[in-house]
């Protein structure tokens, strides 16, 4: 079954950055189009990035600029570099396909605030 395992969260201040990182245990990871979703208290789970093995990427319209996907297929890893945070991107982060597994990670807490 396939796992993911989210890690850099934390908290940051407006206008800083954090980088999230996530191990995805699938074989066929080289072949999925992978991606970031986000959930706020309170709100349902949104796409935020996507990036397919051809590595055509997609971002939600508030993070475009701001925010860049990428994923490492020697270590099935997958990236979210988060620049010029803002307090509206407080939420977990999560990593999965797209469209997503039914099975989702933990996630990682990020917090921007000051």
């Known amino acids: 079954q396939v796992r993911f395992v989210e890690s850099g969260g934390g908290l940051a201040q407006p206008r800083g950055s954090l980088r999230l990182s996530c191990v995805v245990s699938?074989?066929?990871?080289?072949?999925?189009?992978v991606a970031w979703y986000r959930q706020a208290p309170g709100k349902q789970r949104e796409l935020v990035a996507r990036r397919t093995p051809a590595d055509v990427t997609a971002y939600l319209d508030s993070v475009k600029g701001r925010f860049t996907i990428a994923r490492d297929n020697t270590k099935n890893m997958v990236f979210l570099q988060m620049n010029a945070l803002k307090p509206e991107d407080t939420a977990v982060y999560y990593c999965?396909?797209?469209?997503?597994?039914?099975?989702w990670g933990q996630g990682t807490q990020v917090t921007v605030s000051s």
């Open positions: 699938e074989n066929s990871f080289s072949t999925l189009t």
């Open positions: 999965n396909r797209d469209p997503a597994f039914d099975a």
